[in-house]
């Protein structure tokens, strides 16, 4: 048994705790509420109705039994594509959305999206993960690519591997920006406290290089955009946390969850405000260039409408 935690976005406040729960932890509304009947359903700590309304912010908690599979269940998750043809596929990924099934996350994820949508997956990665050349972690959002063929994985993976794979990233950060463009040299390893967390204040970690620009300030907080010369894991978070301006809404690394404005007024941030803006990669099948692009999801933009008006 585990649990499963799951962050509810603005976008999704004001719905029943059991419909969203249904629609979140791919199992069915009657198991959901028997659940809650027994428990095992957690909101912020607290056992509260199925009925319940859930709140921006709220944390919910569910424990499951881990179900043991060989392979990839496909389920009737909408997904947008942007892209696909018999070699990839190339995905809009919602913030929110864990790419592969793992422990507390089984089913629900954009892999078991891509199953149900996709005829085949290219075979290697992993039984759970096929296809996979890169990842966006959960809360953050944008453009994925995923391969459909052998022969795309294997080409997708060594463009990641000579680093001629075109990534862009936007995020809100916290903290003024003297410079309007910099670059952040600083090698990522695991945590030597935390095996969970990466950091760059390791004995032996990988070079990671970020390239980043101001797109606008907001006072105490900069909108800025990244470009990896690198892809380590947790980069972007790591980096722009380690030189004092944290991704905001990311509480693992610098918990910058909220910023006051104007007459001591507060906006909160419930999730990493961080969105995979662009990805830029050569068609393994036919040598063409190929760039897509993904707008800011609606709870990101709303966060910088709201900073504009304050």
């Not at 603005?10 to 509420?33: M, N, Y």
């Not at 089913?107 to 966006?136: E, W």
Request: proline share 5%; with cysteine; glycine share 8%.
């Amino acid at each position: 048994m585990s649990f499963q935690h799951i962050n509810v976005l603005v976008p999704e406040a004001g719905e029943r705790l059991d419909i969203f729960l249904a629609g979140k932890a791919g199992i069915t509304r009657s198991q959901i509420q028997k659940l809650i009947e027994q428990g095992e359903v957690l909101v912020n700590e607290k056992s509260l109705p199925r009925n319940y309304r859930i709140k921006p912010d709220d944390v919910i908690s569910i424990h499951v039994a881990e179900k043991s599979s060989e392979g990839l269940m496909p389920q009737p998750i909408p997904v947008t594509m942007l892209y696909k043809d018999e070699h990839l596929v190339v995905v809009n990924k919602p913030p929110g959305m864990v790419v592969y099934p793992a422990a507390g996350h089984t089913s629900g994820t954009l892999m078991n999206a891509l199953a149900f949508h996709c005829v085949r997956l290219a075979a290697p990665g992993g039984p759970l993960r096929p296809g996979v050349v890169h990842r966006l972690d959960k809360d953050t959002s944008g453009v994925m690519v995923v391969a459909l063929s052998d022969k795309a994985y294997y080409h997708l993976i060594e463009q990641f591997r000579q680093r001629t794979i075109n990534r862009k990233y936007i995020a809100l950060v916290y903290g003024h920006f003297k410079e309007d463009t910099g670059e952040i040299s600083l090698k990522i390893g695991r945590s030597e406290s935390d095996r969970k967390k990466m950091s760059t204040q390791v004995r032996r970690g990988k070079e990671a290089v970020t390239r980043w620009k101001v797109v606008r300030r907001f006072g105490q907080v900069t909108l800025i955009e990244a470009k990896l010369g690198t892809g380590r894991t947790h980069q972007i978070r790591v980096h722009f946390s380690s030189i004092g301006h944290p991704v905001l809404g990311d509480v693992t690394y610098g918990k910058k969850v909220e910023v006051e404005i104007k007459s001591k007024q507060k906006i909160r941030f419930p999730r990493q405000m961080l969105h995979a803006e662009m990805l830029g990669f050569t068609h393994p099948a036919t040598g063409e260039y190929l760039e897509f692009s993904s707008p800011v999801p609606e709870d990101m933009r709303e966060k910088i409408e709201e900073l504009e008006r304050n």
